[in-house]
């Protein structure tokens, strides 16, 4: 059964259907940059903007992206604050790691979506890859924003080398984002957001079970599909990153610790370890973000000390 569809900001209550079960409402804006010029637009050095927060493991993906691609000098991008009210995220910039907006100096974010559509009422999410030069949003679904960084920007990146989608682990790649999205990734949510203990119970054995398929997986190899680092491993790694901190107090993940998986573990530190990936983690950010902002599941907006998680500690996984 789908969602109710009611126009919303960033209330998650829009996105639960009366079976209980949280269904993910998708992305509004899809257009692509292109470097062969078959779109309005093209990838130049200083012109894109990425609005994202610290937070989110979807906007998470597009920070690790521009920095592992060497795209800091061709992309910039602006944090929004890590507390995210019913209106939507928004730029006041008084958390330490949040920058207010830079560009346009909105006060919320949902100005963007509303200066690129005027009758626009969907979600307001993050990331958002705007256009400075015609102002406005090209696109805010992760996934695309993470493969056009890939390989539209190649003459702008500084390790343009580094491919995250090659042409021969496509097909291995698209299969793993196949499960791993809807097990793990948006799993965790469909824990943490379910009204009604069915719900919930399916969901949380569909993410146990994506876990331990992973675990098996990476007891083969380094990375999900081989020796080289692609993009399963980066949409995988930031829930992982997430989840010991957030989700398995939080979302009621709790059957087994990201720690107590040797080979998820070792890879997560791995990840971690990987030049440039530790700057784009706020766990500050993160544990600030769940716990305050989602008050239904957490009333007092508390949030805890803990874990203890050593993230710098060998991982043996070379």
């Known amino acids: 059964m789908p969602a109710k569809s009611v126009s919303y900001g960033n209330t998650w209550e829009s996105e639960v259907n009366d079976d209980g079960e949280f269904v993910r409402h998708q992305t509004s804006f899809h257009s692509q940059i292109r470097d062969d010029g078959s779109t309005e637009f093209t990838p130049e050095s200083g012109r894109f903007h990425l609005y994202v927060s610290y937070a989110c493991p979807w906007a998470h993906r597009t920070l690790i992206a521009r920095k592992l691609k060497g795209l800091e000098e061709a992309i910039s991008f602006d944090v929004v604050d890590p507390v995210l009210p019913n209106t939507g995220w928004s730029f006041g910039g008084s958390a330490p790691g949040a920058t207010g907006d830079t560009v346009n100096r909105f006060r919320d974010l949902r100005e963007a979506y509303q200066a690129s559509n ?80 069915a719900a919930y119970s399916d969901a949380f054995k569909e993410l146990f079970a994506a876990l331990d398929r992973a675990e098996e997986i990476l007891g083969r190899s380094r990375y999900l599909t081989g020796s080289k680092l692609t993009e399963a491993d980066v949409r995988l790694f930031t829930t992982l990153v997430r989840f010991d901190a957030v989700y398995v107090a939080h979302f009621k993940c709790n059957l087994r610790r990201i720690v107590d998986y040797p080979n998820l573990w070792g890879y997560t530190r791995d990840l971690f370890q990987t030049e440039g990936v530790a700057e784009t983690v706020d766990m500050e950010h993160i544990k600030t973000h769940y716990f305050v902002s989602h008050r239904q599941i957490n009333p007092s907006g508390i949030i805890p000390d803990g874990p203890a998680l050593d993230f710098e500690s060998p991982h043996g996984r070379g």
């Open 118 to 197: 005027s009758k626009f009422e969907g979600a307001i999410t993050v990331p958002v890859l705007w256009d400075k030069q015609t102002r406005q949003i090209v696109n805010n679904e992760s996934a695309d924003i993470l493969r056009m960084l890939n390989s539209e920007f190649q003459h702008c990146a500084k390790t343009p080398v580094l491919d995250l989608y090659p042409k021969d682990k496509r097909e291995q790649i698209d299969q793993l984002n196949d499960w791993i999205y809807p097990g793990i990734n948006n799993g965790v949510y469909r824990c943490g957001f379910a009204t009604k203990q």
